[in-house]
């Protein structure tokens, strides 16, 4: 599990514009009940017993750091987040980023701590290794109908991310469902098992779908001209 250090934020709204010229992300944690990871033999923190009494925390976190951490965990991993100066830790999932129009960087992002004994939803990116033998012998176009999918799943079993290995595409007739994905214990999708990932379309299809579009177009064409040419009605032919 990743770790990620984050501190009470003190700043807001307009303010906060200063926190990012310095290389700071404001966030925020929340949840149903809020609550640090209680190590063992430790006491009550001041934090909390703050966060047992509201519904969230403002924070703030090195830009950096997170945009690094964010590339590791997504938001399908927990991570945890320790506030600095506290030896309690939360186990928080990245639930939700604001980027910047301009320069797609993160301008805020939240924080949620899910219950650990209640399972949880969320969409996991579907990853295509491997390499097909239809592409490569055959000269066909890998097809991806589905590049992430929903799962349910406790917080700590859920994946990062599922891997699909493309290498069983030996020809065109051949496709990878749901239902051959391998997923961790205690994972389940929600999609339908018969629903395909990945094809391959051979090559001839391709270049019909290429020139389909070409070929109405000079049929619409020569329609409009064609009734350009016949005359109206009650108008006599010259």
Request: aromatic share 4%; hydrophobic share 35%.
């Amino acid at each position: 599990m990743v770790n990620l250090s984050a501190k009470i934020r003190k700043t807001f709204g307009k303010k906060s514009k200063t926190l990012r010229k310095k290389g700071v992300l404001p966030a925020v944690l929340y949840g149903s009940k809020i609550h640090p990871v209680k190590p063992r033999g430790a006491g009550i923190s001041p934090l909390a017993k703050l966060s047992n009494r509201v519904k969230n925390l403002n924070l703030e976190v090195d830009a950096k750091e997170f945009e690094k951490i964010y590339k590791e965990a997504g938001e399908s991993s927990l991570i945890s987040l320790n506030i600095e100066g506290e030896k309690q830790k939360f186990l928080v999932l990245i639930h939700d980023i604001q980027l910047n129009p301009l320069t797609s960087k993160p301008i805020h992002v939240d924080f949620y701590q899910p219950r650990l004994e209640e399972e949880v939803k969320i969409t996991v990116p579907i990853i295509f290794e491997g390499v097909s033998p239809a592409v490569k012998e055959l000269g066909g176009t890998l097809v991806k109908d589905i590049s992430e999918i929903e799962v349910r799943a406790k917080p700590q079993n859920l994946p990062h991310e599922i891997k699909v290995d493309i290498g069983s595409l030996k020809t065109f007739e051949d496709n990878i469902k749901i239902s051959d994905l391998k997923i961790p214990a205690g994972v389940k999708i929600l999609k339908e098992p018969e629903e395909i990932i990945a094809s391959v379309s051979p090559p001839e299809k391709i270049e019909e779908e290429l020139v389909k579009p070409i070929e109405e177009k000079v049929e619409e064409v020569e329609k409009i001209e064609k009734e350009k040419k016949e005359p109206e009605i009650g108008e006599e032919k010259k």
